[in-house]
């Protein structure tokens, strides 16, 4: 279909026609100032994008609010949809797919995701009325592949003023009678850059992929042959449908089409521009190379960050030699290897499989190839990447407790040594740091419990880097919980522990975690 540029008007312009779219325990107020010094100097180079783009006016609607999954819960075939790419850049157009069955018109209203005042999210555009046929549920392929072919509904080109970051696109049907009901869903993509700035938050969207159902309990862990091998390719074109991770963790029909943005990393984002940092987005594709991450000064790997690419591992492992702090605020990080592939269109970095594990010669990484392989790649050890590693069994919960209350990183917080901050480990860890590595310190640690009764040992940690910077460890996925808690986000939980959402503590350690990155 024809490509033409949206409207360029104000964020409440809608009802568009189909043509016009086409350091060192110093005091945390040492800290706070460095802060400020820090968000002065970006403001001084013209990293204000973000406070500026929060200062206008957001949204009260953007949720979805009719949500209708069917009798599997793993799709909502009323009204579904997938996007072109994972994520473009200003000038570039994204097309995105949309089924409705029975066949409706739909509206299509693009939110970007941020803080704005605190409602979340800002209105962009809206396109429509649109017609929406039904599109084929495609038949498995090769390795049990589900990859749609579906035509365009709509294609995009994203202006020069759309503001990096994490978009939805909700899909609305238009009743056709009065007594009809409408139905939503989203699709999701990211705006990212090329601009200098201070934080790169790479986004975890491999992973939403690798545990995404669609359409009929479908993922890299429901193959016949077994939940942990090689045997699925998965495809990102396909709708994302409701997020329902493993044993349950976040089980939210409101989170229908956007992966795991909102459940699991949209708190981390939130505070940071409710904050005015000044940060930039990219999906795990973006980081095949370090072009775009070796411009930014922090790198954040964010929720749920298992399936890296290894051209990604290479690209971070440049980044810390070249000075970039790296903050794995993640758990069951760098975990599988993950090899792109083009889809059937030439599109590339469309398709990847559980290609082998990370961790070298390491016991469980030599464990996981001798129990769920043959696997056809070994990945190297994460733990010198991320200064902890993946353990065996991982999946339960735990609270997250101070070992070094004298560590600059606890500035300001109060916290004492085996103070503990309930629910923030889970529902996947890292552990066995790897203090080989020069410098490392172990900053928090104790004892989870897997499945909920079975004691297992988590560790986070800090490292020197070679150029006055350093790489942080969290060891949680649940870290952006203690973050905020924005419209459209559910505190998730998992085997019999869950996080309790905001906690200063955090928050403060995050804090002094950017003024020693971005000093």
Known sequence: MPSLPPSHGPASDAGLSRRSFLHSGAAATLLGSLAANAAAAAAGR?????????????????????????????????????????SVRAGETIDIM??????RAFRLEIFRTGYYGGRGARKLTELGPLPAKTQPTPKPGEKNLHACAWEPSASLTI??????????????????????????????????????ADILFQCSDNTWQAYN???????????????QGPWADVSFDRPYGREAQWQGVVNDPRTVGSGEWLCFEFPLAYWLEQHGYDVAYCSNSDLLVPDRALKCRTFLSVGHDEYWDIRQFRSVERLRDAGTSLLFLSGNSVCW???????????PNRIFFRGGPYGA?????????ERHGPFPHRGPDEGLLMGARNVEPVNGGGDWTCTAPD???????????????????????????????PGLEIVGAGQAWVGGVTPQQWAATLYPGPKNNFVFNAATI??????????????????????????ERVQQMMRNLLARALR
């Open 361 to 369: 010669d390491q016991p469980y990484a030599r464990e996981r190839q």
């Open 46 to 86: 013209g990293r204000d994008v973000i406070a500026r783009e929060n200062a206008r006016e957001g949204s009260r609607d953007w949720q979805l609010t009719r949500v209708r999954v069917d009798a599997q819960g793993f799709r909502s075939p009323w009204i579904e949809g997938y996007c072109s790419r994972q």
């Open 407 to 437: 560590h600059w990183l606890f500035a300001g917080t109060g916290m004492k040594r085996g103070e503990s901050i309930p629910g923030l480990i889970g529902w996947e860890y890292h552990g066995m740091p790897a203090t080989e590595i």
């Open 213 to 227: 159902r669609w359409p009929n309990n479908f993922s890299v862990y429901t193959h016949p042959k077994g939940n």
């Open 478 to 503: 649940w870290w952006p919980q203690a973050m905020a808690s924005p419209p459209g986000h559910v505190l998730p939980w998992s085997h019999w522990s869950r996080p309790h959402g905001p906690d």
């Open 337 to 347: 290897v993950s090899p792109f592939r083009a889809n059937d269109a030439g599109t």
């Open 98 to 103: 949309v089924s409705a069955n029975p066949a």
């Open 159 to 196: 202006p020069a003023d759309w503001v990096s970051g994490v978009y939805l696109g909700r899909l609305t049907t238009i009743p056709e009678s009065p007594s009809e009901p409408y139905w939503q869903s989203y699709v999701v993509f990211i705006v990212t850059d090329d601009r200098p």
